[in-house]
């Protein structure tokens, strides 16, 4: 059940990035069908939109209320 777990998990910001990274070097080739560009573009744009709601939620847990009320970064 462990191995489930593990295929089911989030892929983490790096992983994605990586992943980002293997696509845009797909897209950059000319061998690529306008097909698989458009496949692999939408792919891109999701990971994105991804990448973008985890680091969005980092940078909020990285936001703390001081007591009297004021945000602080830490």
Same mark, same amino acid.
Request: include cysteine.
């Given at each position: #059940?462990?191995?489930?777990?593990?295929?089911? =998990?989030?892929?983490? &910001?790096?992983? +994605? $990035?990586?992943?980002?990274?293997?696509?845009?070097?797909?897209?950059? +080739? !000319? /061998? &690529?069908?306008?097909?698989?560009?458009?496949?692999?573009? =939408? =792919?891109? #744009?999701?990971?994105? !939109? @991804?990448?973008?709601?985890? &680091? /969005?939620?980092?940078? @909020?847990? #990285? $936001?703390?209320? +001081?007591?009297?009320?004021? $945000?602080?970064?830490?």
């Amino acid at each position: #059940m462990a191995d489930t777990e593990k295929t089911t =998990q989030e892929p983490t &910001i790096e992983e +994605s $990035l990586k992943e980002l990274d293997s696509i845009v070097e797909k897209l950059e +080739s !000319r /061998d &690529i069908s306008l097909e698989d560009s458009f496949v692999l573009y =939408q =792919q891109g #744009m999701e990971l994105l !939109r @991804k990448c973008s709601g985890k &680091i /969005d939620t980092v940078e @909020k847990k #990285m $936001l703390k209320i +001081s007591e009297d009320g004021e $945000l602080s970064e830490f």
